[in-house]
């Protein structure tokens, strides 16, 4: 039961930040721009949206060190 609970989490989790960065290349592809070409308010909008969704993340999955793990990647990759 404990690791059905824990696969369905993990499978949710992948699901989202699967999400968010189909949302993240969409921003950069739409727009027929990577990171480096988008203005800094564009990239700023990108980083917002990726702050909202971690902290509906961090809520829904604050025991889950995976899911941290990733975020924290994704993170680092906006930041440089």
């Not at 609970?5 to 930040?17: D, E, P, R, V, Y």
């Amino acid at each position: 039961m404990e690791r059905t609970g824990k696969i369905s989490k993990l499978f949710l989790a992948i699901l989202l930040l699967s999400m968010i960065a189909v949302t993240i290349s969409g921003c950069a592809y739409a727009n027929n721009k990577n990171w480096d070409d988008m203005t800094l308010e564009e990239q700023e909008e990108v980083r917002q949206a990726f702050e909202e969704e971690r902290k509906e993340l961090e809520e829904d999955f604050s025991d889950d060190s995976f899911a941290q793990h990733i975020l924290d990647k994704v993170e680092q990759a906006i930041e440089e």
